[in-house]
């Protein structure tokens, strides 16, 4: 069966749903951080194999902008990461929860 | 079975297995590997799909910068399988039930598209000629507006990441 669009399909949401199991059962914050990216870029792979189905070169941009939105996203989160890390000396979101006290 | 056939398999092989080895491994510094050699094997399959420019992208910014800042934080903070902070079997078993019930829902939801067919001839749309032509022309006022998200998200980081001493100089004024 040669590959199509459904292999596509599969594909990503395997590694949307490793991502968003990985963000459930860690505590780390880096780590559920590194699964957002992980999702990010399933999502990405299925844009661009759209892309090439259609010939058309507007989702490889979306890409290029979703690449943007995450480099962004991640030097603001990091910074965040490390403050929590400044204040409680532990990476663990767990300890979060004081924030509604 | 062709070539293109072989080579989406073993990239999809490769590039599952390194996820899973990301939320598994204990040691953050192996998932931070595990997510390098993910992201490597989905450059392999833009450049399968003919997205040469956004594979060059993916590994410069993806396994190049972010993955670096990544490692460097978690090698600034020391943290190791020791002192991982572990969640409970229960909790964990209802998080694999949740993102499995998540894949089962949109699996069942998506079995019945048409499958489009993959041309496996080689097309030029995704190298930088062409995306340079329509990222200037028809997307030219988000990438101007993504300029100013990267200036935000810098000052941001800075305002976020220094010290704040600031507020005890005002107090003690």
Redesign the interface.
């Known amino acids: 069966m040669?590959?199509?669009?459904?292999?596509y399909?599969?594909?990503s949401?395997?590694?949307f749903?490793?991502?968003?199991?990985?963000?459930?059962?860690?505590?780390?914050a880096?780590?559920i951080?590194?699964?957002i990216?992980?999702m990010l870029?399933a999502v990405?792979?299925l844009l661009?194999?759209f892309?090439?189905?259609y010939?058309?070169?507007?989702a490889?941009?979306f890409?290029?902008?979703i690449?943007?939105?995450?480099?962004?996203?991640?030097?603001?989160g990091?910074?965040?990461?490390?403050?929590m890390?400044r204040k409680v000396h532990?990476?663990?979101i767990?300890i979060l929860n004081r924030l509604k006290h | 079975m062709d070539i293109y056939d072989m080579l989406f398999w073993i990239l999809s092989a490769i590039a599952v297995s390194c996820a899973l080895g990301v939320i598994l491994s204990r040691n953050p510094v192996t998932s931070v590997m595990f997510l390098i050699l993910t992201f490597f094997a989905i450059s392999g399959h833009y450049i399968l799909m003919n997205a040469q420019f956004l594979a060059i992208v993916n590994i410069i910014v993806y396994a190049g910068a972010i993955m670096v800042l990544f490692l460097f934080v978690i090698m600034l903070m020391n943290l190791n399988a020791d002192v991982e902070p572990q969640k409970g079997q229960l909790v964990q078993l209802a998080g694999v039930i949740s993102g499995g019930v998540l894949f089962l829902v949109v699996l069942a939801a998506i079995k019945t598209a048409a499958p489009q067919p993959i041309e496996k001839t080689s097309t030029d749309i995704g190298l930088i000629t062409n995306l340079g032509k329509v990222l200037f022309t028809k997307y030219v006022l988000p990438f101007e507006i993504s300029s100013v998200l990267f200036l935000s998200a810098m000052i941001g980081a800075v305002v976020i990441g220094k010290k704040e001493e600031i507020p005890n100089i005002q107090r003690g004024e």
């Open positions: 040669p590959v199509n669009s459904t292999h399909l599969f594909l949401l395997l590694l749903s490793i991502g968003i199991m990985g963000a459930l059962m860690r505590r780390n880096i780590i951080f590194m699964c990216e992980l870029n990405n792979l661009v194999a892309s090439k189905i010939a058309d070169a507007d490889q941009l890409v290029f902008f690449m943007v939105v995450a480099a962004a996203e991640v030097a603001v990091l910074a965040i990461i490390v403050m890390y532990s990476v663990d767990n």
